[in-house]
């Protein structure tokens, strides 16, 4: 792991050729039992963790919760057997492994105890693809329980069913965003989008569709990003750096120091950094909400601010059962599946790349936003399938 | 006897031509044969006896009493003077204005008037820092009246401290600093460096509140002032002019004193900054090198610093006081004596070189805004009769144009960069859409009250003044401007010079007739 790191210091995907991934031919992994199937992998992304863990950032929080050795690839769109087009909501929840459901009709992601985790049918993990009983999407083929699985029509487009599980992140994000305190009560909160990767755009699609009043301000580093945030139908998006005088013009509140005197209702950071997250809190109102969506790791923080404008800080892991404005129930990757057909997701899938070119496409990966790509991620197709889908 | 201006024509043994660009300059060889280059008047001489010509002037005042005349135990007297804003650069010390304060305060003492107020006219500018203060009226007078009060700067946004006078024929709201308009005799300081200057411009907009610079400050009156120098077409001075009868029918008494100065703008070892380049000697040629080679090695911050810390040995050249548009009739005529150069018709492109001060950044930064404010604003207006280039036509102006900004001074700047002009250039379209929400942000109204900012609607102002040179050309080209900052004012970036008349030969043809204005020092083209 510490040779990952250094390597992913001195230069993108360099981590790819020394770290902790392989590229190697493993036994396809035994349906663990009943409710269990096979899946063929057609796309699976390459997300903020899975690369996070190859360049050895990982926080070792994980240790105890994943299983070694793993095939990564948890954003994946496949077909069963029967040749059914499936979307995995990876998160390995109580029915995966055999655990009563915390609640009738729960999601994987539900519940609030962890204990299962580690324990039942199948060797510990969080997610499939973190997992070593299980396989994963960077892989041909891997097994996924019942739980997981959900069948979309033959004909939506592999390219969109690949974004469907980012998506459901960023709407999990948008509407604990949307459901804080200081957000849920007000017609036209301000919500602050800081970053605009693929799950910050996830974040935005999520909040324009969910909370459809907000004034949606988005900070976005690359040019391409704050176009494709445009085109979301964000009210104001701008260079990641101007987003705390951006949330200021719209609340028109004071600025002390360099936090605001107000701000925003509520705000999502899409970054993960320390420094994104001292912003993300700069700019929050007090008693608002910061929502942390970016895997933060290990970070060193001042949380006297915090502290005195009793800010929530909220994180925002995978998906589950959401609860909507109207008082309804919904789950999360539900609306997900809707709203990547709404928006046209596939537009977000910039390049894919076979397995055997997995240092090129980590390497893509890493620089994205500088390279002027949202989402990469593997082709497991063959060509016949690629023409025909 | 200084020598006047001159234009001269470029033809192939003419030297290159020196530009400022920002903190620094360059050589820049134009076109022989259909260049020219403007040089202004040489500086007049000064006057010898500055403090005996200024008692002379407040004994013998043009169609009104003299000052002393017009003074009482018992009376409120206020003092309203300029700004930071000029001269420019700063002038070495005594400032004309200590001089002119310290013989009014004398006349006073005489009197027996003990209510004196002192005020800054700062219109919607920053508030000035206490060295400025001490730099403009000298520490005897700060020290005398600071402390107590009594010196102080004007608020156009504290309601208690604001007078509504009434309105013009024309509907405009007039609206001054209620100590100003209710004491029993309000002098006004002046320094006319331009001919825009002074007037009832001094009182009706140094003084005034946001309510009553809408009338004026708008883009339909910037374009349709022709020029801001030459106040008989300048629906700017129109407007002015009409709130000055207000107030004159509101009894307000306005004892107005102005002073002109002569052009002598940059001390040793920047003086040949002032000379025509075919006259550098070897001295001034090792200057420029030395000078521009050391500035670029510099940071930019550093090279602000020196420039910023020029004072200027520009001196008073005449004074005249009294009745405020009988005053300014002879004020304005010392101006054009100083600065008015006589040029034979328009030119298709006009250069300009930006350099480093506008009134807007005395001790702060050249943001892009200003540079256009300067560009279109100011030289563009450095005319009368007609612009020097012709409608249709293309301005290049040479300046970095960083979009940098000092947080302290230009807050909303900040925003408008990134808001405004984000969603549009169009003055009349921000004016409608944009203005209203910066003029009453409570954030920049409490900066521009408590800090050293200006007023949140500043920017829209300064976008504004360019306004009619924005209309009169058909493109605007800025050379070694930082591409995006330039692309954000809806300008076009060039590298070079060459390639800037490249780019403006898509407009103007390819063998344009091309007219630099160099200034600094400041100068007039009257255009026939």
């Given amino acids: ?389 | 006897m200084p020598r006047p201006g001159f234009v001269l024509d470029v033809d192939r043994s003419t030297p290159p031509t020196l530009f400022w660009r920002g903190e620094g300059f360059s050589l820049e060889k134009l076109p022989p044969d259909r260049s020219r280059v403007i040089y202004a008047p040489e500086p007049l001489p000064a006057i010898d006896d500055i403090d005996g010509t200024i008692r002379h002037a407040l004994d013998h005042p043009i169609d009104s009493d003299p000052l002393r005349e017009q003074m009482f135990a018992g009376m409120k007297l206020t003092v309203a003077f300029d700004d930071v804003s000029l001269p420019l650069p700063k002038m070495r010390r005594p400032d004309i204005r200590q001089r002119v304060i310290e013989a009014v305060l004398d006349v006073a003492a005489e009197a027996g008037v003990d209510d004196v107020h002192l005020i800054a006219a700062l219109a919607l500018h920053r508030r000035m820092t206490e060295g400025e203060l001490r730099h403009a009226v000298g520490n005897r007078v700060y020290d005398a009246f600071a402390p107590s009060g009594a010196l102080y700067q004007h608020d156009a946004e504290d309601p208690d401290q604001l007078a509504f006078l009434g309105q013009t024929a024309q509907g405009e709201d007039v609206e001054i600093n209620k100590r100003a308009a209710e004491s029993d005799l309000l002098v006004y300081v002046n320094i006319n460096m331009v001919a825009m200057d002074g007037g009832w411009k001094s009182t009706a907009v140094g003084l005034a509140s946001y309510r009553s610079l809408r009338p004026h400050h708008n883009p339909t009156t910037m374009e349709a002032s022709h020029s801001f120098m030459d106040q008989h077409r300048s629906e700017l001075h129109h407007s002015t002019w009409r709130m000055g009868q207000v107030l004159v029918d509101a009894g307000v008494k306005v004892f107005q004193i102005e002073s002109t100065i002569n052009t002598d703008t940059f001390p040793a070892p920047f003086d040949f900054l002032l000379k025509r380049e075919w006259e550098w000697s070897a001295k001034d040629r090792a200057m420029y090198l030395g000078t521009s080679k050391s500035l670029s090695k510099l940071p930019v911050s550093a090279a602000r610093k020196i420039f910023h810390s020029i004072e200027a040995p520009h001196q008073m050249t005449s004074i005249q006081c009294g009745e405020v548009e009988a005053v300014h009739r002879q004020t304005t005529e010392h101006v054009y004596r100083q600065q008015l150069v006589e040029v034979q018709g328009q030119t298709d492109i006009l250069t300009m070189g930006i350099p480093f001060i506008c009134p807007y950044n005395v001790h702060s930064i050249m943001n892009p805004i200003l540079v256009m404010c300067t560009g279109l604003g100011y030289f563009f207006n450095l005319y009368r009769n007609k612009p020097l280039v012709r409608e249709g036509g293309v301005v290049i102006m040479t300046h970095p144009t960083l979009p940098d900004f000092n947080p302290v001074h230009h807050p909303s700047y900040i925003d408008f960069y990134e808001q405004v002009l984000a969603d549009t250039t169009d003055p009349h379209e921000m004016s409608t859409t944009w203005e209203e929400r910066y003029a009453n942000d409570d954030w920049y109204r409490h900066l521009y009250r408590t800090s050293n900012a200006y007023h949140g609607v500043h920017p829209f102002y300064m976008w504004y003044w360019g306004a009619h040179g924005m209309k009169h050309c058909a493109k605007v080209i800025i050379v070694g401007g930082n591409a995006k900052a330039v692309r954000r004012l809806g300008f076009v970036p060039a590298s070079t010079m060459s390639d800037a008349f490249e780019m403006a030969s898509d407009v103007v043809g390819r063998s344009p007739t091309i007219t630099h204005l160099k200034t600094p020092p400041l100068m007039i083209a009257d255009v026939v």
């Fill in chain 1, 1 to 389: 792991m510490g040779l990952a790191r250094i390597a992913s210091a001195i230069g993108p995907g360099a981590a790819a050729k020394v770290g902790p991934l392989d590229y190697a031919s493993v036994d396809v992994p035994k349906l663990p039992g009943v409710g269990w199937h096979r899946v063929r992998t057609r796309l699976s992304g390459i997300c903020g963790s899975d690369l996070s863990m190859i360049e050895g950032h990982a926080s070792t929080y994980f240790d105890d919760v994943v299983s070694f050795p793993f095939v990564p690839g948890h954003e994946v769109v496949g077909e069963l057997d029967d040749g059914t087009k499936v979307v995995i909501e990876p998160v390995l929840g109580h029915a995966a492994r055999g655990f009563p459901l915390p609640f009738p009709d729960a999601a994987p992601g539900d519940g609030d105890d962890y204990g299962h985790l580690t324990a039942g049918l199948i060797e510990p993990g969080i997610q499939t693809g973190f997992c070593c009983s299980t396989g994963g999407g960077w892989g041909p083929e891997f097994v996924a329980h019942d739980s997981q699985l959900h069948r979309l029509p033959p004909d939506t487009p592999d390219e969109r069913a690949v974004l469907i599980e980012p998506l459901a992140g960023g709407i999990h994000a948008a509407l604990l965003a949307a459901n804080g305190p200081a957000a849920a009560g007000h017609d036209a909160p301000i919500i602050a989008v800081l970053g605009a990767g693929t799950m910050g755009l996830a974040a935005v699609a999520g909040l324009v569709r969910y909370k459809p009043g907000a004034r949606l301000v988005v900070g976005a580093r690359y040019p391409h990003q704050q176009a494709a945030a445009h085109a979301l139908g964000a009210h104001d998006v701008v260079p990641a750096g101007e987003l705390a005088r951006a949330v200021r013009r719209l609340d028109h509140c004071r600025l002390i120091g360099d936090a605001l005197a107000g701000g925003a209702h509520a705000v999502i950071d899409a970054v993960g950094s320390a420094a994104s997250i001292a912003e993300c809190l700069r700019i929050t109102r007090p008693r608002g909400r910061t929502v942390l969506m970016g895997m933060p790791g290990e970070v060193t923080l001042d949380l006297t601010g915090l502290w005195h404008r009793e800010t929530e800080l909220v994180g925002s892991y995978t998906y589950g059962t959401e609860r909507l404005a109207d008082g309804s129930t919904a789950r999360t990757f539900a609306l997900a599946i809707d709203t990547a057909a709404t928006i046209g997701a596939e537009r977000w899938l910039s390049a894919t790349y076979a397995l055997a070119d997995h240092v090129d496409a980590i390497t893509h990966a890493a620089t994205a936003g500088r390279r002027g790509a949202i989402k990469i991620a593997f082709d497991l197709r063959n060509v016949a399938e690629r023409m025909s889908n």
